[in-house]
T-cell receptor, first 114, second 116 residues
Framework: GESVGLHLPTLSVQEGDNSIINCAYS??????FIWYKQESGKGPQFIID?????DKRQGQRVTVLLNKTVKHLSLQIAATQPGDSAVYFC?????????????FGKGTRLSVIA | GAVVSQHPSRVICKSGTSVKIECRSL??????MFWYRQFPKQSLMLMAT?????????EQGVEKDKFLINHASLTLSTLTVTSAHPEDSSFYIC????????????FGPGTRLTVL
C-alpha cells in the first residue's frame, strides 16, 4: 500500500509485483523529464527519461508515462526486486530557456517486501 | 559514461569552522555545475548554479557569503561552507552538465557534512 509520511511517501510492494510511482510536476513549460533512483547515502542514479513530445517510453523493466494535460508522470517497474528498494525522484526541466537546472519532485520511497 | 566525483565523501567538523567540498567531472568538460542540498527524508534542493569563469547564481534563501562557490575550471567546482553550524549538516550533491546541446546532468555521489 501507499502512505504519506512526514516528508516522503512510501510505497510497499511485494517482490515480483509491479510498482507504479507517481509524480505531479508544476511547470507546464517543462519539456524534458527524468526519473532518478537514490539509494541511501548515494547520489541520484539516472533511470529513464522522456521528452514532452512523447507520452510513453520503455526501458529494461521500467516504463515512464507522461500526461501533459494533467502534468503527471509515472514510473512503472515490472517484477519488482529487492534491489529496487530506494527513493525515486522525478525531475523536470525546460530545455529551451537557457541553462536551467533540473528541478526535483518530492520523491517516493519504494520498499520491496521479500 | 560521464563520471562526476566528489571529495570528501564524508566530513565531520566543529561549529565555526569552514569546509570545502570538491566536485570534479572526470571524463568530460562541464560548462555548468549545480550544487544541491538534501536533508534527511527530503528531496534535493538546488542551492546554486555555477558556470565556469563566472559568478555563481544562488537560489532564493541561500546565502552566497556562507556558501562560497568557485568554478575555476571546466572540470572542477568547489563549495565552501563558511563558519559552519549544526543546521548546515546535510548531504551536499553536485551535478555537472556537458557543454553543447545536451541537457543531461550527471550527479556526484554526494558529501555528508556533519557539524558538531
Amino acid at each position: 500500500g501507499e502512505s504519506v509520511g512526514l516528508h516522503l511517501p512510501t510505497l510497499s510492494v511485494q517482490e515480483g509485483d509491479n510498482s507504479i510511482i507517481n509524480c505531479a510536476y508544476s511547470n507546464s513549460a517543462s519539456d524534458y523529464f527524468i526519473w532518478y533512483k537514490q539509494e541511501s547515502g548515494k547520489g541520484p542514479q539516472f533511470i529513464i527519461d522522456i521528452r514532452s513530445n512523447m507520452d510513453k517510453r520503455q526501458g529494461q523493466r521500467v516504463t515512464v508515462l507522461l500526461n501533459k494535460t494533467v502534468k503527471h508522470l509515472s514510473l512503472q517497474i515490472a517484477a519488482t526486486q529487492p534491489g529496487d528498494s530506494a527513493v525515486y525522484f522525478c525531475a523536470e526541466i525546460t530545455t529551451n530557456s537557457g541553462n536551467t537546472p533540473l528541478v526535483f519532485g518530492k520523491g517516493t520511497r519504494l520498499s520491496v517486501i521479500a | 559514461g560521464a563520471v562526476v566525483s566528489q571529495h570528501p565523501s564524508r566530513v565531520i567538523c566543529k561549529s565555526g569552522t569552514s569546509v570545502k567540498i570538491e566536485c570534479r567531472s572526470l571524463d568530460f568538460q562541464a560548462t555548468t555545475m549545480f550544487w544541491y542540498r538534501q536533508f534527511p527524508k527530503q528531496s534535493l534542493m538546488l542551492m546554486a548554479t555555477s558556470n565556469e569563469g563566472s559568478k555563481a547564481t544562488y537560489e532564493q534563501g541561500v546565502e552566497k557569503d556562507k556558501f562560497l562557490i568557485n568554478h575555476a575550471s571546466l572540470t572542477l567546482s568547489t563549495l565552501t561552507v563558511t563558519s559552519a553550524h549544526p543546521e548546515d549538516s546535510s548531504f551536499y550533491i553536485c551535478s555537472a552538465r556537458r557543454g553543447g546541446a545536451s541537457n543531461e546532468q550527471f550527479f556526484g555521489p554526494g558529501t555528508r557534512l556533519t557539524v558538531l
